[in-house]
């Protein structure tokens, strides 16, 4: 089986990660936090975690010339990613994602998009064949082209929560959301007729087609520490056991499982798991 050939065009961040007993109320302050510092961005995290579940990647950015780029470059380096369209941009710092992680992995983050937001649709570069990964984390506009200019297969992770237009919807075979997107979006997630996946945290995983369930998953038991990275380990994981050609419910299956393990390990891309993890965990679990 050849690998699936993807192209996340996406955001890269450092993430500065406080952990502590429980996430701060409106106006409180909780001490007594662990610190650690980890490279992030919805884009990267889902092009790293599709590359060590074994597709070629290639990743579409823009980071700052600072200190921070090449922390934030350091695992996808490493790991094979094809760094050459990911640009830096003298004018604007790299991303940074402020993170509280709460003792049962609940989190809270902000985002300064810094060279995230630079990547605006002028300065998209051609992008190579394959199929396509977006989040939003980049411009609006900037998505719309990617998506737009696509051939191939296009998954859209609607994360975080925006207004988009009919065309971004209508072009994507595959979107996926959490249950607060889904309600955000409503029923025109499901009027433009390409399949729908709905993350349910610990419930597991639906995914739909016209609004008509047509899988259901539920994931393995884990100890979860740190949710941090699971949604894109699912996002990338879905994609590639579709693009691989899996039925719609061991796809599913697959991708609970991916994102479970995500949330077993602190960080984002620290956490995001090997093929061979997620297939043992399945294998264990069934």
Excluded: W
């Excluded at 570069?125 to 396509?132: C, K, M």
Aim: one cysteine or more; aromatic letters at 4%.
């Amino acid at each position: 089986m050849s690998l699936p050939r993807i192209v996340v065009a996406g955001s890269i961040n450092l993430d500065f990660v406080a952990t502590a007993t429980h996430l701060p109320a409106p106006g409180e302050t909780v001490t007594g936090a662990r610190f650690a510092r980890h490279p992030g961005g919805k884009g990267a995290n889902q092009a790293l975690a599709a590359r060590r579940l074994g597709a070629e990647v290639a990743f579409v950015g823009r980071v700052g010339v600072d200190p921070f780029a090449g922390e934030a470059l350091a695992l996808l380096r490493a790991e094979g990613v094809d760094l050459s369209l990911c640009e830096a941009d003298p004018d604007a710092s790299t991303g940074v994602a402020l993170i509280s992680v709460a003792a049962t992995g609940e989190n809270q983050i902000v985002v300064a998009s810094g060279a995230n937001a630079a990547l605006t649709p002028n300065r998209l570069p051609p992008l190579p064949d394959g199929a396509r990964v977006c989040q939003l984390e980049l411009p609006l506009e900037t998505v719309v082209k990617a998506v737009g200019e696509a051939r191939g297969f296009v998954a859209v992770n609607l994360a975080p929560a925006a207004g988009v237009p009919e065309r971004l919807l209508a072009r994507a075979d595959l979107l996926i959301v959490n249950e607060v997107e889904a309600a955000f979006y409503g029923e025109g997630l499901h009027q433009a007729g390409g399949l729908v996946a709905t993350t349910l945290g610990a419930r597991g995983a639906r995914l739909t087609r016209g609004g008509v369930e047509i899988a259901a998953a539920i994931p393995p038991k884990v100890e979860a520490v740190d949710a941090t990275g699971a949604g894109d380990a699912f996002v990338a994981a879905l994609t590639v056991a579709l693009l691989e050609g899996r039925a719609p419910d061991a796809a599913l299956a697959f991708a609970c499982a991916a994102g479970a393990l995500a949330a077993t390990v602190p960080g984002a891309q620290s956490s995001l798991p090997t093929r061979a993890a997620v297939e043992a965990v399945l294998r264990t679990s069934s």
